[in-house]
């Protein structure tokens, strides 16, 4: 059973930090290739952030420079480093994993909030 869990959101003010998780069971962890998703309350779910089995990794152009992708294999773990963070960042944040014909698989979200 396939099973990816976010965790790290929270409530930040406009500036702040914060880091994300993602925690991977039920798959070949090091093999996927992980996006990080947000969808903002009456918006369409957007990309973020993606890495691929081999490290290669790209954003989204509203995010460029401020958030930062990786992943640790032998934790079966990816992370999404946020600074700077803005009020449009608020959103649930999803992690996904694919693989070919494996996938697309979904967490269930973590909520950031970024207000004052």
């Known amino acids: 059973q396939v099973q990816l869990v976010e965790s790290g959101g929270g409530l930040v003010q406009p500036g702040g930090s914060l880091r994300l998780s993602c925690a991977a069971s039920?798959?070949?962890?090091?093999?996927?290739?992980m996006d990080w998703y947000r969808q903002a309350p009456g918006n369409q779910r957007e990309l973020v952030a993606s890495?691929?089995?081999?490290?290669?990794?790209d954003y989204a152009a509203s995010v460029k420079g401020r958030f930062t992708i990786s992943r640790d294999n032998a934790k079966n773990t990816m992370y999404l480093q946020m600074n700077s963070l803005k009020p449009e960042d608020t959103a649930v944040y999803y992690c996904?994993?694919?693989?070919?014909?494996?996938?697309?698989?979904w967490g269930q979200g973590t909520q950031v909030t970024v207000s004052s």
């Open positions: 996904c994993a694919r693989f070919q014909g494996w996938g697309p698989y």
């Open positions: 890495i691929t089995s081999g490290g290669s990794t």
């Open positions: 039920g798959i070949l962890f090091s093999i996927y290739h």
